[in-house]
């Protein structure tokens, strides 16, 4: 009888494991804007500049002199008033403004929740200068896409490029400013996306000399983008650095430097996305470490490299896929998993310099990073286990 419960219950916590969740997906399209529509978009995002401004002004002169907190509704209800005052903040859609007050709303209480937790760099909220604030946020009711075209209300419409269809229903579109380039960014609800069982499961180590490892021993290399780009960069930096301030060729310099991040920017993110895809397609689980990566860039020797090599951008665009495709991305504490042996569990201490793993207590000698990769796959295994037991406990 106790067989036939146990039985009974594990097949009832994998029919609710597997249940259908929703995954919200971002499309990114590119915008071609004509000369108009693009001073229309810059004086859009400028009164959104200043009336984030203004808001945050508002909020600390109203805490230094009564010792009061200002609510977002309260702010949303002078917009009407504002708007009779200040004929440009007319120009904007209503909900594009109600949103830049929800967006300060969020930056308070961001710093609110970092003080709660301690954090050493609280990080007060800030005033947005010019270059610092490059999108709006429309609603589904601000916008429409019909014949290759979307229509933002009171801006009209723009030419956009859809190399990909829209699945799901829009939850809101962003129109963002990338130096010289204009994209909208639509959030959407994709329809239910049934679990897969898991039949294949990865473990893998990220690294500096090879971008990650797998439990498998397959080795990724590390492209080096920022490395490649160096020479340019500085030859551009120089350039800048000797342009008077507030000139034309100043301004001009500061766009060429700004590209040429975007350059490496982009070739970084692309070869995430094809690694990432890679692994999605072989493995239903994958298991990585949850890394600290804002604290592993205090070192000063190896901020840089960290930087360049991408993994929390990585880690991010392996869940989002995974969860796309079904699978599942574990993280895991990846406290010792380059010093414990995979094979008989002692703890060899390895200095960083030290790539190799050689355990004299059962002979086990292979690369330190394919040795770190099988302990986050065992330690991806035990966590599924747990979750498993304490699951089919709670049923009980």
């Known amino acids: 009888m106790r067989q036939r419960r146990a039985m009974f219950l594990a097949q009832r916590f994998n029919a609710t494991s597997r ?5 919200i997906q971002s499309l990114k399209f590119r915008l071609y804007p004509n000369r108009e529509q693009v001073e229309k978009l810059n004086r859009a995002l400028n009164t959104c500049r200043d009336l984030y401004n203004a808001s945050l002004e508002q909020r600390r002169t109203a805490w230094r002199n009564g010792r009061h907190s200002v609510r977002v509704s309260g702010q949303m209800a002078e917009l009407p008033e504002l708007k009779r005052e200040l004929p440009e903040v007319g120009e904007v859609y209503s909900q594009v403004l109600q949103d830049v007050l929800w967006r300060s709303d969020a930056s ?71 130096v010289d380039e204009w994209y909208a960014l639509f959030a959407c609800e994709s329809p239910d996306v049934l679990p897969v069982e898991s039949q294949s499961a990865l473990g893998i180590d990220v690294g500096l000399e090879s971008c ?60 995430h996305h094809k690694v990432a895809r890679d692994l999605v397609d072989r493995y239903d689980t994958i298991v990585i470490e949850d890394l600290n990566v804002a604290g592993m860039v205090r070192n000063h020797c190896l901020a840089r490299h960290i930087s360049d090599v991408g993994w929390a951008g990585f880690a991010n665009i392996l869940t989002s896929k995974a969860e796309w495709a079904g699978g ?69």
């Open 328 to 396: 599942q991305v574990i993280r895991v504490n990846p406290r010792n998993t380059s010093q414990v042996c995979s094979g008989c569990g002692c703890i060899m201490v390895k200095k960083l310099s030290e790539r190799w793993h050689h355990c004299p207590h059962c002979g086990l000698s292979l690369n330190r990073d394919h040795n770190a990769a099988l302990n986050i796959l065992h330690l991806g295994q035990g966590h599924c286990l747990q979750a498993q037991t304490g699951s089919a406990d709670a049923v009980a």
């Open 212 to 271: 990650l490892t797998t439990s498998a021993g397959e080795p990724v290399e590390n492209p080096r983008w920022l490395n490649h780009a160096l020479k340019k960069l500085r030859r551009l930096q120089r350039s800048l650095s000797r342009k008077r301030r507030g000139s034309g060729r100043r301004s001009k310099a500061c766009v060429r430097v700004a590209q040429q991040y975007r350059e490496v920017r982009r070739q970084r993110c692309d070869f």
């Open 19 to 23: 249940s259908k969740r929703r995954v």
């Open 108 to 178: 308070f209480q961001n710093f609110f929740r970092r003080v709660r937790q301690h954090k050493d760099q609280v990080g007060f909220p800030r005033f947005k200068s010019k270059n610092r604030y490059d999108s709006l946020c429309y609603p589904p009711l601000g916008c429409s896409i019909a014949e290759g075209r979307l229509h933002l209300s009171k801006i009209g419409n723009i030419k956009i490029k859809l190399h990909r269809p829209i699945e799901g229903r829009i939850k809101t579109c962003r129109i963002k400013r990338d």
